[in-house]
Nanobody, 121 residues
Framework: QVQLVESGGGLVQAGGSLRLSCAAS????????MGWFRQAPGKERELVGY???????DYGDSVKGRFTISRDNYKNTMYLQMNSLKPEDTAVYLC???????????????WGQGTQVTVSS
């Protein structure tokens, strides 16, 4: 059973930092790209960034230069290091994976439950 469990959210002042974690299970973590999304109240879900299986990354324009995604394939965990946080970064942050968990090879997408990040001004 595929599970994605985020942790590390909280309340931080503007200019501060947080590191989020996404612990994955139920699939071969090292084989797949993983992503971070966020959703603020009243707004559409937004791609924060993603990391490929080879470790290459890309980010949304609003977080480039401030956020860094990494992965530890031994711990089956993806990370989101957030620096220079701004009040507009306040949102629920969600982990995402598109994987093939079954022998038939179907791709299925999975979301974590999300972790709240609140940045005060």
């Amino acid at each position: 059973q595929v599970q994605l469990v985020e942790s590390g959210g909280g309340l931080v002042q503007a200019g501060g930092s947080l590191r989020l974690s996404c612990a994955a299970s139920g699939f071969t973590f090292s084989m797949y790209s993983m992503g971070w999304f966020r959703q603020a109240p009243g707004k559409e879900r937004e791609l924060v960034g993603y990391i490929e299986s080879d470790g290459s990354t890309d980010y949304g324009d609003s977080v480039k230069g401030r956020f860094t995604i990494s992965r530890d394939n031994y711990k089956n965990t993806m990370y989101l290091q957030m620096n220079s946080l701004k009040p507009e970064d306040t949102a629920v942050y969600l982990c995402y994976a598109l994987v093939q968990p079954y022998r038939d090879g179907r791709y299925l997408d999975y979301w974590g439950q999300g972790t709240q990040v609140t940045v005060s001004s």
